[in-house]
Antibody
Framework: EVQLVESEGGLVQPGGSLRLSCAAS????????MYWVRQAPGGGLVWLSR????????TYADSVKGRFTVSRDNAKNRLYLQMNSLRAEDTALYYC???????????????WGQGTLVTVSS | DIQMTQSPSSLSASVGDRVTITCRAS??????LAWYQQKPGKVPKLLIY???TLRSGVPSRFSGSGSGTDFTLAISSLQPEDVATYYC?????????FGGGTKVEIK
């Protein structure tokens, strides 16, 4: 069974940093691209970033480019999102999601974690 | 960047009605269009990919069509369990933008 479990988010002050992780199981993690998506309270889905199977390619939404960094550790089956210079508007539920297998690109997010809430406030 | 525009933003229909939601891309995206369903308080669920391919396990009352810039999600006979917000997404050309969502309610 495919499972994606995000680490606990939390309350962060504006300008602060937080690293989210996502533990993957039930599939060959190293064979899949991975995504981060967020959803502000009462808002819609916003795609944030993607990372290639081996971590050699990353892409970001303009809203987080230069502040957020996605990475992965295939040996540990973990995906990460380092978030710096956090702003109030980054307050959201953050989801990790499985992207396409390297042999079936492109493909949308077919499995999602339960999400972790990040609140940016003083 | 490609913008995805959904309409309507919300709709209310009776059980058994046919419901359609449209999604327009600001540039052609071939058929790299996905539809997701998010029920209240739940995680988004992939319904359709490649514009018209139903994911395994998704009820056949859901269907998708379109190519290029104009796409449609249809529910042939609305059921109470279909109450949700539906999102389209361009999943090929980064940024992989979502539409703004369409909230579907029962009248």
């Amino acid at each position: 069974e495919v499972q994606l479990v995000e680490s606990e988010g939390g309350l962060v002050q504006p300008g602060g940093s937080l690293r989210l992780s996502c533990a993957a199981s039930g599939f060959t993690f190293s064979g899949y691209w991975m995504y981060w998506v967020r959803q502000a309270p009462g808002g819609g889905l916003v795609w944030l970033s993607r990372i290639k199977t081996d971590g050699s390619s990353t892409t970001y939404a303009d809203s987080v480019k230069g502040r957020f960094t996605v990475s992965r550790d295939n040996a540990k089956n973990r995906l990460y999102l380092q978030m710096n210079s956090l702003r109030a508007e980054d307050t959201a539920l953050y989801y990790c999601a499985r992207g396409p297998h390297y042999s079936n690109y492109p493909f949308p997010a077919d499995y999602w974690g339960q999400g972790t809430l990040v609140t940016v406030s003083s | 960047d490609i913008q995805m525009t959904q309409s309507p933003s919300s709709l209310s229909a009776s059980v058994g009605d046919r419901v359609t939601i449209t999604c327009r891309a600001s540039q052609g995206i071939s058929n790299y269009l996905a539809w997701y369903q998010q029920k209240p308080g739940k995680v988004p669920k992939l319904l359709i990919y490649a514009a018209s391919t139903l994911r395994s396990g998704v009820p056949s009352r859901f269907s998708g069509s379109g190519s290029g810039t104009d796409f449609t999600l249809a529910i042939s006979s609305l059921q109470p369990e279909d109450v949700a917000t539906y999102y389209c997404q361009n999943y090929n050309s980064a940024p992989l933008t979502f539409g703004g969502g369409t909230k579907v309610e029962i009248k």
